[in-house]
């Protein structure tokens, strides 16, 4: 009954380790694959502008507590 109970034990611990190892290699494989697509095709890098360039803090601010006080 220990041999079955140990059978079973390092078949299941077997199946999990060899599951972990596949996962491993499928997501280093992944991110060689994204990496290279990155090279062919980059991203494009937006720039943000501010609405407000002239705006001064305090205004924002301002809004920010009215808009706090309206919401309650």
Known sequence: MLNEGLT????????????LVLLW?????MGKVVAYLNKIFPEEVKTVVNAMPNANN?????IAIAAAKLRK
């Open 8 to 19: 079973l034990m390092a078949t299941g611990m077997g199946t999990v380790f060899s599951f």
């Open 25 to 29: 290699a499928a997501v280093s494989i």
């Open 58 to 62: 305090d205004v924002e601010l301002a």
